[in-house]
């Protein structure tokens, strides 16, 4: 073959899908090892909730709240998403952490790389906010956090059991959380009466 003839273009766009493939792979292996097993039901992903994927891998800003009944799937929701979104390709970060979790890191010694690290994930999700009391301390530092993130639209997803952002988190927060985000409401009973 003629060196001239070579299709170095077709060569190239194979060993980036390739490498695409292969990290895709190992990310979601990654995943699978640290999701929680209980969270790694089979299912789909609330179709407004795959809305908001897309919008987020075609580079459009804004948040995600998903609101719902205690045992609606709200968690499930943010792996099932994880999952999601490493499959179509996207190669950063997303940090979950439950609402007591972070309450904990943020209890003198404030546990400042995890702050930082959360600053700084491509997505950040705070899970079931509401199910512990927000006293002004964490609010303070929910605040300084979303300060940090919001500039920069980098997404924060928020689950709660409570509609209402402004009586959990106060005014300045809830308007910046709220900021081109999308609101999804999960309906439904307790998924875990159930079993």
């Known amino acids: 073959m003629n060196p001239d003839e070579y299709d170095y273009a077709a060569a190239r766009r194979a060993a ?19 999701r929680p097993p209980v969270f790694a039901a089979k299912g789909d992903l609330n179709p407004q909730i795959a ?3 897309n919008r987020f891998i075609s580079g459009q800003p804004g948040g995600l709240i998903i609101v ?11 792996w099932k998403l994880q999952e999601t979104l490493i499959e179509a390709g996207f190669l950063g970060t997303m940090e979950i952490c439950a609402a007591h979790e972070l309450r904990r890191l943020i209890t003198p010694p404030v546990d400042e790389a995890a702050l930082d690290r959360f600053a700084d994930a491509d ?16 609010a303070d530092h929910i605040m300084r956090l979303i300060d940090i993130r919001w500039p920069y639209q980098r997404p924060t997803i928020l689950t ?5 952002l402004r009586e959990l988190l106060a005014e300045r927060v809830a308007s910046r959380l709220s900021d081109g ?15």
């Open 160 to 164: 709660s059991n409570k509609p209402d």
């Open 181 to 195: 985000a999308m609101t999804v409401k999960i309906l439904g009973t307790d998924r875990r009466r159930a079993q």
């Open 68 to 78: 719902g009944n205690v045992g609606s799937g709200k968690t499930w929701s943010l």
């Open 51 to 53: 809305e908001w994927a």
């Open 123 to 138: 997505i950040f999700a705070i899970d079931d906010i509401g199910s512990v009391r927000v006293s002004d301390w964490d």
């Open 16 to 34: 980036s899908e390739l490498w695409l493939r292969e990290q895709i792979a190992a990310r979601l292996e990654r995943l699978a090892a640290r």
